[in-house]
């Protein structure tokens, strides 16, 4: 019996990926998430960081914000800012970087908004590494 599951990556614009999976790990805002087959039904946001699909051959895409849904064993996530890490130009990671350092420097951001640059900050300074 087969250990995998489906996993669609979808953008406004086109479907970023459609495989299977063993493993899915998620950004979400209640933390790092692993999906693997089975798992309970999930309707989730999603913060800025990394979704990593592990399988035989392994992707991973950076993502600043979206929405995940598991039922199934059928994995959707909707992001309109989903971008395959081995893709990025690193100019563009550090444009991004430098507007985001300059934006949590503000003093008129909610709580939700620096949480959600800081994460970012993070993730792309892991990416630029």
Not at 59 to 65: A, L, N, S
Not at 87 to 93: A, E, F, G, T
Not at 102 to 116: A, C
């Amino acid at each position: 019996m087969s250990d995998k599951f489906k996993v669609e990556i979808i953008s406004p614009e086109k479907t970023i990926i459609s495989s299977d999976a063993k493993e899915v790990i998620i950004p979400s805002y209640e933390g790092e998430m692993g999906i693997l087959k089975d798992h309970i039904p999930l309707i989730t946001f999603l913060r800025p960081g990394v979704i990593k699909i592990l399988n035989n051959t392994d992707k991973k895409f950076f993502v600043e914000d979206g929405t995940v849904e598991f039922s199934n064993n059928n994995l959707l996530v909707l992001s309109s800012t989903v971008k395959e890490i081995s893709k990025i130009d690193m100019n563009n990671i550090k444009i991004l970087l430098n507007e985001a350092e300059q934006k949590i420097s503000q003093n008129n951001l909610t709580d939700k908004e620096r949480y959600s640059i800081s994460y970012k900050i993070q993730t792309l300074k892991n990416i630029s590494k």
